[in-house]
């Protein structure tokens, strides 16, 4: 199983986003995330230059449509050559099996495929008043869990808390990808369930997806080494 450290790319301009990369030394090429903030700014050729200068790429548009809309969309970003792309399991068992058709290239290689259960700003009170489930939070995340693996997706996008969980109810092969990492003197920010890196390496996680802690560092390369130092025991 792949493990490795992915830098959430939250900049809003591609020149901000490059100067970030620029920092790194030529042959040191992290996996990067990059949102709906830049991909709306600045479109897929952002995803394309990116990736012309040798990063893995996690694009994270999660995906909720009709599945013969989603299976369409996924096509186009199967061209643009990135690793892993997601969608949220709320949209069901057929746009989750179109998505995968969708992403399939010819030659029968595709990107990684990963689900977003509960967002992880819907809390229990909102599940209940505005969302109408009564099934309890933890629940309603390993069900769609479930379902995302039945399937045929590849992993999760959850919380470390719940990596080994998801890990023992979909199987060891089922990819966990989470974010709310912070180093334990590093700031939480607006992220409530978080974990350190080596706690999480040791706790199911494949991908740990850290923004703010590398980014907004004074030293983003030292802190990026330091993540995957310490996740990667
Ligand atoms: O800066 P920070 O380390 O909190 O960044 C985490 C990244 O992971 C952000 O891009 C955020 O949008 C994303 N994310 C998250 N929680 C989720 C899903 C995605 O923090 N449940």
Excluded: W
Aim: charged letters at 25%; proline letters at 5%; one cysteine or more.
């Amino acid at each position: 199983m792949a493990k490795d450290v992915i830098i959430a790319l939250d900049f809003p301009t591609r020149e901000a986003t490059l100067a970030f990369l620029d920092q790194f030394p030529a042959g040191e090429k992290p996996f990067v995330k990059i949102g709906m903030e830049l991909f709306y700014a600045e479109g897929p050729q952002i995803v394309r230059d990116i990736k012309a200068r040798g990063h893995k790429i996690f694009l994270d548009l999660k995906l909720h449509d009709i599945p013969n809309t989603v299976k369409s969309a996924m096509r186009v970003l199967s061209r643009l050559d990135v690793d892993m792309v997601n969608l949220h399991a709320a949209g069901a068992s057929e746009m989750m099996k179109g998505a995968l058709e969708g992403l399939t290239r010819e030659d029968g290689t595709r990107p990684l495929l990963i689900a977003v259960t509960q967002l992880t700003s819907t809390d229990a009170d909102a599940l209940k008043r505005e969302l109408l489930i009564e099934t309890p939070m933890a629940e309603t995340v390993m069900a769609y869990a479930k379902n995302a693996a039945a399937s045929g997706l590849d992993g999760v996008v959850c919380s470390p808390l719940e990596a080994a969980l998801v890990k023992e109810q979909c199987g060891a092969d089922f990819v966990t990808v989470t974010p709310g990492i912070r180093f334990a003197d590093s700031a939480a920010g607006d992220q409530k369930r978080i974990m350190t890196p080596e706690k999480a390496g040791r706790s199911g996680c494949d991908y740990i997806v850290v923004g703010r802690p590398i980014t907004k560092s004074e030293d983003p390369v030292a802190a990026y080494r330091r993540a995957v130092k310490d996740f990667m025991g």
